[in-house]
Antibody, heavy 122, light 108 residues
Framework: QLLLQASGPGLVRPSETLSLTCAVSGDFISSNDYYWAWIRQPPGKGLEWIGSVYHAGDTYYNSSLKSRVALSVDTSKKQFSLRLSSVTAADTAVYYC??????????????WGQGATVTVSS | EIVMTQSPATLSVSPGESATLSCRASQSVNRKVAWYQQKPGQAPRRLIYGASTRATGIPARFSASGSGTEFTLTISSLQSEDFAVYYCQQYNDWPHFTFGPGTKVDMK
């Protein structure tokens, strides 16, 4: 059974870089059928897709965050990561990692991590 | 960017009744819509994909339909565990996914 576990600092200072990692159980991270995504949810608000990364390194980003976001994957460590630079209070959110299919094999985001709460504050 | 809207924002329903939630896309997304359920403090859970296909393990009281720009999620005979927030998501513009703002189903 696939499990995703997001982790990282719960507090980030304004203007600094938010860094989170999502650990992927088993050998799923190198599957050709899936991408690995980050989605965030500000307190009391809805869901926002941040970006997706493939095991081969292909990345896609939300255009509203593209200038500040970088996703990466480390298949040897079975994890993928999010870096969001120049954070402000508006980046305070629960950050979820999730799995989704390729463009030809998409059935929704079928597995989600538990979420990592990140607060941006001095 | 494809904008997804949902109505109503809140739906008050008694247990055992049915609930009908609406989702609209700013342009045609064909049938590339998924629905998610989220309970407080939990990650979203996939319910529906392909506009009408129930995900594995989702009870039959959840049904969905639609195509183009108009989509509906119906929950028949609401159970206590169904009170939650429901989000629609388009993936026609894969992988530039966008979600609707959500509909909260609460107990009347």
């Amino acid at each position: 059974q696939l499990l995703l576990q997001a982790s990282g600092p719960g507090l980030v200072r304004p203007s600094e870089t938010l860094s989170l990692t999502c650990a992927v159980s088993g050998d799923f991270i190198s599957s050709n059928d899936y991408y690995w995504a980050w989605i965030r949810q500000p307190p009391g608000k809805g869901l926002e897709w941040i970006g997706s990364v493939y095991h081969a390194g292909d990345t896609y980003y939300n255009s509203s965050l593209k200038s500040r976001v970088a996703l990466s994957v480390d298949t040897s460590k079975k994890q993928f990561s999010l870096r969001l630079s120049s954070v402000t209070a508006a980046d305070t959110a629960v950050y979820y990692c999730a799995r989704h299919g390729t463009i030809w094999y998409y059935f929704g985001m079928d597995v989600w991590g538990q979420g990592a709460t990140v607060t941006v504050s001095s | 960017e494809i904008v997804m809207t949902q109505s109503p924002a809140t739906l008050s329903v008694s247990p055992g009744e049915s609930a009908t939630l609406s989702c609209r896309a700013s342009q045609s997304v064909n049938r590339k819509v998924a629905w998610y359920q989220q309970k407080p403090g939990q990650a979203p859970r996939r319910l529906i994909y392909g506009a009408s296909t129930r995900a594995t393990g989702i009870p039959a009281r959840f049904s969905a339909s639609g195509s183009g720009t108009e989509f509906t999620l119906t929950i028949s005979s609401l159970q206590s565990e169904d009170f939650a927030v429901y989000y629609c998501q388009q993936y026609n513009d894969w992988p530039h996914f966008t979600f609707g703002p959500g509909t909260k189903v609460d107990m009347k």
